[in-house]
């Protein structure tokens, strides 16, 4: 696992709901066997 980065930004404001996950808007850096799903605020470590 020392190859794997994952560098995400949020620029919305406000607050999310205490169990919901939160979406980031940006990802900046993506290296290894890593993917993020914007559209639900997954990580997923494959």
């Known amino acids: 696992m ?3 980065a994952l560098q995400i930004e949020r620029n ?3 607050c ?3 169990r ?3 979406i980031f808007e940006i990802v900046v850096f993506l290296a290894g ?3 993020y799903n ?3 605020g997954v990580i997923t470590f494959n």
């Open 12 to 14: 919305s404001d406000g």
């Open 33 to 35: 066997n890593i993917s």
């Open 38 to 40: 914007n559209a639900t």
């Open 16 to 18: 999310n709901n205490r």
């Open 20 to 22: 919901a996950n939160v």
């Open 2 to 4: 020392s190859d794997i």
